[in-house]
């Protein structure tokens, strides 16, 4: 069964260092989803593509956090410099079309890496 | 903006018992609702979907029903087993296939 990798699954950091998350989504998944998940709280969308595209950026820290996905397959999520707040789960998830009307197409999640930041 | 509130944030029952957790949200524009399943330190497993025309699904011991119109779901669990405990999390889904999660339910089943 196909499924969303990611790498790292861990990564502890010091703060002001550079950190890189890297997520292979479904064979065939247009949509891509990077979200940020803080311990005792559900997950929070950061970014999502379409393809090569950023539909929605609105809740990524623009001023450390950058995302790409240059070739509309895999996508890497930046964090720089890392903060003590940024400890989190940053789970990556994907799904096979994006209906800006809204629709009924299921997200995949990966593993998640979680990041500790000392 | 969305809002999703997950009752109880824990809860703890002894094996065989049937359960209910409780999901609500504040805004009915909804597409659908899923509820997610997430062992410690991992990423999501996807349960149940209930389209927003659907009123309720099942998936072997499990089923969920939603009421759009009020802003609520439930997924009742049958016949617990140790294997079920885990964080149960309900989304729903917006325009652009945007999910707003909940904070979860934290389940433990004891033997």
């Known amino acids: 069964e196909a499924e969303v990798a990611q790498s790292p699954r861990y990564k502890i950091t010091e703060k002001s260092q550079a950190v890189a998350f890297w997520c292979d989504p479904i064979?065939?998944?247009?949509?891509l989803y990077w979200y940020r998940q803080i311990l005792g709280q559900g997950p929070e969308l950061l970014v999502q593509?379409?393809?090569?595209?950023?539909?929605?950026d609105s809740q990524l820290p623009k001023d450390r956090f950058s995302a790409e996905r240059l070739k509309g397959v895999d996508s890497t999520l930046k964090i720089q410099p890392a903060e003590l707040g940024d400890s989190a789960m940053y789970l990556c998830a994907s799904s096979s079309r994006l209906s800006l009307a809204g629709g009924t197409d299921t997200q995949y999640f990966g593993p998640g890496t979680r990041l500790t930041v000392l | 903006k969305q809002e999703v509130t997950q009752i109880p944030a824990a809860l703890s029952v002894p094996e065989g018992e049937n359960l209910v957790l409780n999901c609500s949200f504040t805004?009915?524009?909804?597409?659908?609702l899923q509820w997610f399943r997430q062992d410690p330190g991992k990423g999501l497993t996807s349960l149940l979907l209930i389209q927003s025309s659907q009123r309720e699904q099942t998936s072997g011991r499990l089923n969920a029903s939603l009421d759009k119109s009020s802003g609520r779901s439930t997924l009742y669990i049958a016949a617990s087993q140790p294997g079920d405990s885990a964080t149960y999390l309900c989304a729903v889904q917006g325009g652009g296939n945007k999910l707003t999660f909940g904070t979860g339910t934290q389940l433990k089943v004891e033997l």
């Open positions: 593509f379409q393809d090569e595209s950023v539909v929605d």
């Open positions: 805004d009915s524009a909804i597409y659908n």
């Open positions: 064979s065939g998944h247009a949509t």
